[in-house]
Nanobody, 118 residues
Framework: QVQLVESGGGLVQAGGSLRLSCAAS????????MGWFRQAPGKQREFVAS????????NYADSVKGRFTISRDNAKNTLNLRMNSLKPEDTAVYYC???????????WGQGTQVTVSS
């Protein structure tokens, strides 16, 4: 049973930075791709970024490319998201997830709120 706990969110002004973390417990972290998603008020949850089990390959949504950096520490079962040049439209609850094979888990933690003021 995997548990994912997100942290690091907060209130920041436009142009600022935040670093999100996701602590994973249970088996499988180092063997599976991981990713970040976000859900803004009134909108569907959307993909933000992902990386492979070894961290060698990453994928980003066009809206965050060049501003966000995803990374992982398999020794600590931790996934990170460095967010720079934040914009008000980045305001959302951010979630991490694990991909097993081609499917993301049908499990979501509590998420961490990111609010960017203009």
């Amino acid at each position: 049973q995997v548990q994912l706990v997100e942290s690091g969110g907060g209130l920041v002004q436009a142009g600022g930075s935040l670093r999100l973390s996701c602590a994973a417990s249970g088996s499988g972290f180092s063997f599976n791709a991981m990713g970040w998603f976000r859900q803004a008020p009134g909108k569907q949850r959307e993909f933000v970024a992902s990386l492979t089990s070894g961290g060698g390959s990453t994928n980003y949504a066009d809206s965050v490319k060049g501003r966000f950096t995803i990374s992982r520490d398999n020794a600590k079962n931790t996934l990170n998201l460095r967010m720079n040049s934040l914009k008000p439209e980045d305001t959302a609850v951010y979630y991490c997830n694990m991909r097993r094979g081609s499917e993301w888990l049908n499990y979501w933690g509590q998420g961490t709120q990111v609010t960017v003021s203009s």
